[in-house]
């Protein structure tokens, strides 16, 4: 039987749209595929922005939810504990047991904030220093070299700052 008798004998059985209605019946079939597609894309995208808005909803939840100051360096400590006596550590269990209540004894979270606030002060005056030291070079005019490696200086001295005010403001 040949190609056409087949196809013939298929589209008289067939009781949908007219053949002429299929001349270009693979772009009809493609244009179908494509809507598909796009609705398919289209429900996905919009279930992906809904998850990531949902992310963006609880994460403040959960990060406020973690514990800060004393209370994490406890079960920061605590957790190490647990550690070394699963693995039979004795001392490091002892150093972590005195480092827990030496904790326990003097950690309070005024101390905590005057530390982070030494670290920022301290992160602060590095960065002038080497801003000073930047202007510097550049006023007496030194080599490029020497200028950029202080520009390195300067921008590693910030990146510092910025980690410090990071690590005072949890």
Same mark, same amino acid.
């Given at each position: 039987?040949? /190609?056409?008798?087949?196809?013939? &004998?298929?589209?008289?059985?067939?009781? &949908?749209?007219?053949? *002429? =209605?299929?001349?270009?019946?693979?772009i009809a079939a493609k244009r179908t595929t494509n809507e598909q597609h796009s609705t398919i894309v289209r429900s996905l995208m919009n279930t992906s922005i809904k998850a990531f808005l949902l992310g963006i909803a609880i994460y403040?939840?959960?990060?406020?939810?973690? %514990?800060?100051?004393?209370?994490?360096?406890?079960?920061?400590?605590?957790?190490?504990? /647990?550690?070394?006596?699963?693995?039979? +550590? /004795?001392? @490091?269990? =002892? &150093?972590?047991? %005195?480092? $827990?209540?030496?904790? +326990?004894?003097?950690? %309070?979270?005024?101390?905590?904030?005057?530390? /982070? !606030?030494?670290?920022?002060? *301290?992160?602060? @005056?590095? $960065?002038?220093?080497?801003?000073?030291?930047?202007?510097?070079?550049?006023?007496?005019?030194?080599?490029?070299?020497?200028?950029?490696?202080? !520009?390195?200086?300067?921008?590693?001295?910030? *990146?510092? $700052?910025?980690?410090?005010?990071?690590?005072?403001?949890?």
């Amino acid at each position: 039987m040949s /190609a056409a008798k087949l196809r013939d &004998g298929l589209l008289r059985t067939y009781s &949908g749209p007219r053949v *002429a =209605d299929y001349k270009c019946s693979g772009i009809a079939a493609k244009r179908t595929t494509n809507e598909q597609h796009s609705t398919i894309v289209r429900s996905l995208m919009n279930t992906s922005i809904k998850a990531f808005l949902l992310g963006i909803a609880i994460y403040p939840m959960l990060c406020s939810a973690q %514990t800060s100051g004393c209370d994490a360096k406890r079960s920061s400590i605590e957790r190490e504990i /647990a550690y070394a006596q699963a693995h039979g +550590n /004795a001392k @490091r269990i =002892d &150093g972590l047991e %005195t480092a $827990l209540a030496q904790m +326990n004894a003097n950690c %309070t979270d005024a101390v905590l904030r005057s530390d /982070a !606030q030494r670290k920022v002060t *301290a992160a602060e @005056r590095k $960065l002038s220093e080497r801003q000073h030291d930047l202007q510097e070079a550049k006023a007496n005019g030194k080599s490029a070299k020497k200028i950029a490696e202080r !520009q390195r200086k300067v921008d590693e001295a910030h *990146a510092e $700052l910025e980690r410090v005010l990071v690590e005072a403001s949890q």
